[in-house]
């Protein structure tokens, strides 16, 4: 008998339908050779810090006398409650499983959890801690979820064995999580006396965005004057920008050198004009799929995950979590297979055999997302479900397009008295061909009808502009960012990809395709930062939580990240071992400990300022900044939340200094927003100043 232990309960009614003929048990299904069960995701977590210690709990409160905590052997236990008890559900579900896998008929165990490293171990722990006698053990890998590719996995099931590097790195990266958010996070939540969520991938996301934003608030924009001619020829405008740039106070030299340029001839001296094929883009991946969906339909990264994973478990499409835009060579079969199938609801596509489509070199764990071979039915799925699915849909239409997008390329060179050349490009589409279906990424602008040697009137005059902040983050910019942050130009992101591929592949990103979705989603429900329609902005919580961290020296950016990333695949390469990725993790933490001045103390007694009240030193404590004379009767002090915000350290300097803090945002007691300065009135109290705008 074979016990089969799927992730969660969709992805065992799967199986079971590519198995057939089973019966529905009590937490299983069972016919004469298999067993199919399942967990809820995750049924173990690891220990927390008291597990690890002998200081005694004293009102749940967290202590700096068990920290930091590495333990020599990480230990987990069933998932438990914020009441600190085991789930009723969890713990019935996890003896049906230790039941089943115990039992004398069952001869080989299969792990069917989700095919990432995630997925991996969270079945191996289920196993682990259920089984009394070893016994062979197997893996069930679904790049998709339909009856067909079910039964092919089952008949071509490997040793677990064969996983080991993907449990190994998905071990170390959990036991490595923990050690910085467990540690980190209780240590500044104690020192600064606000819960404070340190985590290895959230805080550079975070401070990604703040340091865009600071960067934008304090950008102060430069006056120049740029050389632009619009003038008029046989009835068109042709614009013409010059190289020469002039600085706001060099508008007369700007004016001189238009007048002179006037003056020269601008003649076409070269002229191009060309057919060629326009390829479509390339299948998605789930960063790509996201982007698209945030930029024009403003659907967030968490909502567009949520329906594609939905549309996998319903077997529509392939696995989601994919960071690859490729196919596998192996796949030529099953494509062949939905080609024929989708050409069957009438899109005109053939199967192509090319590199820029079938490239193992691409490919980590999982293939580019495609639709399946089970088309959904009229009603199946609700709108924006329809708008996932058919965005995929329509994407691979595209690929495998049977006739190309054709387009004609005109390029035309001016130039003015041979002094300066001007290159103008456009293209206009002869042939739809898969634009039909996808839409042309190209939209370039039609150019006037001349031919070498004809003149062109101009009419240079100075304009004046500005220079321009760097743009906030947007749900594609900051996937960009992430999936490789030493990327320095992301304009061409789609034209060569080989960076972005040595990027996953060394393990330079933040976070994965599996993670990222939900720790940005995290950021945001701490309050760290908010997400408007596809924009991101810091907010008063992210602002706080990267200063306080400034303040404390825990240097958690996308270096020391990407360190930590490259050690995992390193892992996964067999290259280091799970104890030395994480000894890198433990040594950092400890640099943390070691250099805290006032270790164990709780109180960081900086001095923010002067008393208002008495002149005596202002210290920053744990909940608020207060006078160093409290015991002498001075009771002066500024808390750090007030309504909604927390004031940071920089922003208590300057209202103890001048009187008044820069312009914040804040949310009343009745739930509206509102910005404000803080102002010190003659009596010591901090209060709104909505007058100062």
């Known amino acids: 008998m074979i016990a089969i232990i799927a992730e969660k309960p969709s992805l065992a009614r799967n199986i079971v339908a590519g198995i ?162 467990v540690n980190l996070t209780r240590y500044a939540s104690i020192k600064t006396g606000t819960l404070l969520r340190v985590g290895r991938v959230i805080v550079p996301i975070v401070k990604a965005i703040y340091d865009r934003d600071l960067e934008i608030e304090n950008f102060k924009p430069e006056t120049f004057y740029a050389l632009v001619s619009k003038a008029v020829t046989d009835g068109e405008e042709i614009e013409l920008t010059s190289k020469y740039k002039f600085t706001e106070s060099e508008k007369r030299k700007a004016e001189i050198c238009c007048q002179r340029m006037n003056l020269l001839d601008a003649v076409v001296t070269d002229k191009k004009s060309k057919k060629e094929v326009l390829n479509a883009g390339k299948l998605y991946s789930l960063t790509k799929l996201q982007n698209y969906l945030g930029k024009k339909y403003k659907m967030s990264m968490e909502k567009s995950l949520s329906i594609a994973q939905k549309l996998y478990e319903n077997g529509y499409i392939s696995y989601p979590r994919t960071n690859s835009e490729y196919l596998a060579t192996n796949e030529k079969g099953k494509i062949k297979e939905i080609i024929s199938t989708v050409k069957g609801l009438g899109y005109p596509i053939v199967f192509k055999d090319k590199k820029t489509i079938f490239d193992d070199s691409k490919i980590e764990s999982h293939s580019a997302l495609t639709p399946t071979y089970k088309i959904p039915s009229k ?249 160093s004379a409290y015991s002498k009767g001075c009771k002066f002090k500024i808390n750090f939340k007030i309504l909604s915000a927390l004031l940071p350290k920089k922003q208590a300097e300057k209202l103890l200094a001048t009187g008044f803090t820069e312009k914040m945002k804040f949310i009343s007691k009745n739930g509206k927003e509102f910005d404000s300065k803080l102002k010190l009135d003659v009596g010591g109290r901090v209060t709104f100043d909505f007058d100062n705008k």
């Open 20 to 181: 057939g003929e089973m019966k529905k048990k009590n937490g299983y299904f069972e016919n004469d050779e298999y067993i199919v069960t399942w967990a809820f995701g995750h049924l173990f977590s690891l220990c927390d810090v008291e597990d690890y210690s002998d200081v005694p709990v004293q009102n749940k409160k967290w202590t700096l006398d068990n920290l930091p905590c590495f333990p020599g052997e990480f230990k987990f236990k069933l998932k438990q409650g914020s009441d600190g008890k085991v789930d009723e559900g969890i713990a019935r579900q996890f003896n049906v499983i230790k039941t089943l896998l115990n039992r004398s008929d069952v001869d080989k165990i299969v792990n069917a959890g989700d095919s990432d490293r995630e997925g991996e171990i969270i079945i191996r722990l289920c196993v682990e801690n259920a089984l009394k006698e070893k016994k062979p053990f197997f893996r069930l890998w679904l790049p998709d979820q339909t009856p067909k590719t079910v039964k092919k996995a089952l008949a071509e099931m490997k040793e677990e064995s064969h996983y080991q590097n993907l449990a190994n790195e998905g071990f170390s990266r959990t036991y490595i999580d923990w050690l910085y958010g």
């Open 379 to 627: 009603d199946a799925l609700n709108e924006d479900e329809k708008l996932v699915y058919s965005t995929i849909l329509r994407r691979f239409v595209a690929v495998f397009c049977e006739e190309d997008c054709l387009i004609e390329k005109s390029e035309l060179t001016v130039s003015l008295g041979g002094k300066e050349d001007y290159v103008l490009k456009g293209s206009i589409i002869v042939t739809q061909g898969w634009t039909k279906y996808d839409g042309a990424d190209k939209k370039d602008k039609l150019l006037p009808n001349l031919k070498v040697g004809d003149k062109i009137n101009v009419d240079f005059h100075p304009e004046e502009k500005q220079t321009q902040p760097p743009k906030h983050y947007t749900i594609e910019t900051l996937n960009n960012y992430l999936k490789n942050p030493f990327k320095e130009d992301k304009a061409n992101a789609d034209e060569s990809d080989e960076d972005d591929y040595k990027a996953i592949f060394k393990g330079l990103e933040l976070g994965t395709e599996a993670t990222r979705t939900g720790i940005i989603d995290n950021a945001k429900k701490s309050g760290y930062i908010s997400l408007k329609k596809d924009v991101y902005h810091i907010e008063n919580g992210g602002r706080h939580l990267i200063e306080q961290l400034i303040d404390m020296n825990i240097s958690m950016d996308k270096y020391k990240t990407s360190q930590l990333g490259q050690a995992l695949k390193k892992v996964y390469r067999g290259e280091i071992s799970i104890y030395e990725s994480v000894k890198m993790a433990q040594d950092e933490i400890a640099e943390v400990f070691k250099n805290d001045p006032n270790q164990g103390t709780g109180f960081y007694g900086d001095k923010i300022g002067e008393c208002p009240l008495c002149g005596s030193d202002v210290l920053r404590g744990v909940y608020s900044y207060g006078c």
